[in-house]
Nanobody
Framework: QVQLVESGGGLVQAGGSLRLSCAAS????????MGWFRQVSGKEREFVGA????????HYADSVKGRFTISRDNAKNTVYLQMNSLKPEDTAVYYC????????????????WGQGTQVTVSA
């Protein structure tokens, strides 16, 4: 069992940066791949990026590639999403998730989810 709690969301101007954190409970955190998703009300949850259990592999959606970076600190049971050059279209609720699989890119591939944190980017 893994419990996830996101933090770091907020309001930022276009072009600005935010860093989201996802703190995990459970001794097996380091064995899970971790993903970030986002969702706008009325739309499906969208894959943002994922990182392997070791941190050695990452994968990003084309829409955020080059702007967002995922990292993890297994000693702190935390995964991060550094978001730079933010755009109004990045506005969404951001969720972190844990998976037993290898870098799943669909929501169904993840076993545990956080409650989400709101990111709002103003024009």
């Amino acid at each position: 069992q893994v419990q996830l709690v996101e933090s770091g969301g907020g309001l930022v101007q276009a072009g600005g940066s935010l860093r989201l954190s996802c703190a995990a409970s459970g001794r097996t955190f380091s064995s899970y791949a971790m993903g970030w998703f986002r969702q706008v009300s009325g739309k499906e949850r969208e894959f943002v990026g994922a990182i392997s259990w070791s941190g050695g592999s990452t994968h990003y959606a084309d829409s955020v590639k080059g702007r967002f970076t995922i990292s993890r600190d297994n000693a702190k049971n935390t995964v991060y999403l550094q978001m730079n050059s933010l755009k109004p279209e990045d506005t969404a609720v951001y969720y972190c998730a844990a998976a037993n699989g290898i870098l799943p890119v669909v929501a169904g591939g993840y076993d545990y989810w956080g409650q989400g944190t709101q990111v709002t980017v103003s024009a």
